[in-house]
C-alpha cells in the first residue's frame, strides 16, 4: 500500500508531462472548450481525479505514489497561477486574448466559425445582458470562453 514501485521522481516527471501535454492541447481546442473555466482548473480537476491511474503513476497502486502525482499537479498549477499573475506575456500565452466577435449590431461570421460560436451562444449573450442586437456596440468571446455583450451609449 506504501511502498513504491517506481522511484519518486518518475511519478513527479509523468506528471508534469501529462500536464504540459493536456495544457496545450486544451488550449490549442479553443475558448469554447473549456467554458468558464480556466484551462488550468479543468486540467487540475481532470488530473487529481486520475492521479492514481496506470497513466500517470506506471501501474503503481501506492498511496505515495498517487500523493506525489497530485502534489506535482498541484504545484505546476500553482506555478503557472503565479507566473501568469506577474506576467501579462505568460497570461497571453497560456490563457490567450479576448475576441472581438461583434460591433453596432452585427456578428463576424468568419470569427464566429473559426472560434465555434453558435447562434444560440450569441442569443443567449444578448439575453443575458439584456441588450437587443440593435443595442450592441460590441461583443467580445474572452479567454474563459464566454461571450460579453457592451451596449451602446444610452441604449
Known sequence: MFDLD???WEFALRGAITYAALLVLVRISGKRTVGQ???FDLIVVLLLSEGVSAGLTGGDDSVGGGLVVVTTLIGLNLLVAFATSRS???E???DGTPVLIGRDGAFFPAVLRTHRVGEGEIQKSLREADCDLH????AFLET???IS??????G
Open 6 to 8: 517506481l522511484p519518486w
Open 37 to 39: 473555466f480556466t484551462p
Open 88 to 90: 501579462r506575456r505568460l
Open 92 to 94: 497571453i500565452l497560456f
Open 135 to 138: 443595442q450592441m456596440r460590441y
Open 144 to 146: 474563459d470562453g464566454t
Open 149 to 154: 455583450i457592451q451596449k451602446q451609449q444610452g
